[in-house]
Each structure stands twice: as structure tokens, then as C-alpha cells.
């Protein structure tokens, strides 16, 4: 096996500041109060069934909450909502106080929805596995509220962006 130097952390974070993401809130409920936060670690993995992966900082607040209810919502922003994504990615504001009650419906699974997302995906978490300081789940979507006459928000470089056609 070839020894190779490792990368440093600082040129990791800078060399994935230039991939560009799409932003979403995955939301969850537990015991009546809602907990969200923004997120671009989020992935198709398997269209049979379908399904996603969304890795969360283990050092987050929602994650435990996550584990423990096996459902959440991933709310896919439009480029309206980063106000919005700035709100859940404080530490400011934390818990139900992220969520604005007019913006914010339930699906029939419990877990929140906003409204004029571009898209919200009601997912199950079926499993979950630790790696460095994320936790890595692994959701079948089990339902999918579409508005695809918007254009979605995007994180590149440190700031939130415009998709425009090329």
C-alpha cells in the first residue's frame, strides 16, 4: 500500500467551499415541538427504493432528536429562503423558535413542511452510521411535495446563490 500525506483540514474546507449545494432544511418533531436545521449535505442514493443520505454534525442538537424519531422532512429551499437558512444555520435560534407557524404545514407522518418549499421530501430514516464528527443517515422518502416553477437556492464559496441558466 502507498503512504500518501494527508490533505490539511483548512484545504479540505476549501476545496469543498467551491462545490456547490443545493440548501435544505431537514426538519423533524418530537414531543410537539419541531427542531430543523439547514443543511447542503444532503444526496439521492437509491431510486428502488427511493432514497437519500443526509449527514448531520453529531455535536448538532437535531441529531439526537433524529435518531430518536426515525422520521424527518427535507425541505428543499427556493432562492427566496435564504433568510430562512440563515435562521436555522444560527445558534442563535434554536428549537421551535426556527419556525415561523404561517410558513410551516405537518405532513400526514408528523414531521413539519414549509409551505413554498421547492420541494419536501417526508423520509424514514432506516439507518444511520458515525463517521469523523457526522453522523450519516440513510432515508427512504416515502412521500414528495413537488413546486418546481421556483429556482432553488445554492451555497457556494461561503454564500447562498442564484441557479441561472447557461
Known amino acids: 500500500m502507498i503512504s500518501e500525506p494527508s490533505i490539511s ?3 479540505f474546507k476549501q476545496s469543498m467551499r467551491l462545490l456547490a449545494g443545493g440548501v435544505c ?21 437509491t431510486i428502488d427504493p427511493p432514497s437519500l443520505i443526509a449527514c448531520v454534525n453529531r455535536g448538532a442538537g437535531t441529531r439526537g432528536i433524529i435518531s430518536a ?9 427556493a ?5 430562512l437558512a440563515e435562521r436555522f444555520g444560527s445558534p442563535a435560534v ?19 413542511a414549509l409551505a413554498d418549499a421547492l420541494a419536501v421530501l417526508d423520509c424514514e430514516v432506516m439507518s444511520e452510521t458515525e463517521l469523523g464528527q457526522h453522523c450519516v443517515f440513510f432515508c427512504e422518502v416515502k412521500h414528495a411535495v413537488l413546486q418546481p416553477d421556483k429556482k ?13 441558466p447557461v
Open 25 to 45: 432544511i431537514l426538519a423533524t418533531s418530537h414531543n410537539g415541538e419541531r427542531h430543523g436545521l439547514t443543511m447542503t449535505a444532503v444526496c439521492s442514493l
Open 9 to 11: 483540514a483548512d484545504q
Open 94 to 112: 434554536r428549537g421551535s423558535d426556527r419556525f415561523d407557524a404561517s410558513a410551516w404545514t405537518e405532513l400526514p407522518s408528523g414531521v413539519p
Open 152 to 164: 432553488p437556492l445554492v451555497h457556494f464559496n461561503r454564500e447562498f446563490c442564484v441557479v441561472q
Open 69 to 77: 424519531t426515525r422520521r424527518v422532512s427535507v425541505n428543499i429551499l
Open 79 to 83: 432562492d427566496d429562503h435564504a433568510g
